[in-house]
């Protein structure tokens, strides 16, 4: 932290987009979509995978993105998924 916050670092630090949380992403999306929760509400995210085999037909597929995709790329991706799977 103390590197962090030192003046002399300022400009020496980027931002890599390359590895993609695909929880972080539905929790985020779920946020996005949900209007209105009610208070008190814990969200966790729950990894339903079952294997490849087990995959519901209709479920999303997100590919990883390609080298100049963003996370903006992806989350776009998955909120497309996640209205088939809304019951």
């Known amino acids: 932290m103390r590197e ?4 002399e670092r300022d400009g020496w630090y980027e931002v890599n ?3 993609v949380d695909y929880a ?3 929790m985020e999306e779920y946020r996005r979509s949900t209007k209105e929760m009610e208070p008190g509400v814990r969200l966790r ?3 339903t995978y079952e294997g490849e085999e087990a ?3 209709d479920a999303r597929r ?5 080298r ?5 790329d992806v989350v776009g991706g998955l909120a497309a998924g996640l209205k088939g799977l809304q019951g």
């Open 4 to 7: 962090a916050t030192d003046p």
């Open 17 to 19: 987009d390359e590895t």
């Open 24 to 26: 972080q992403a539905a």
């Open 45 to 47: 995210v729950v990894d």
């Open 55 to 57: 995959r519901p037909v």
């Open 62 to 66: 997100v590919k990883p993105p390609e």
């Open 68 to 72: 100049d995709a963003g996370l903006a």
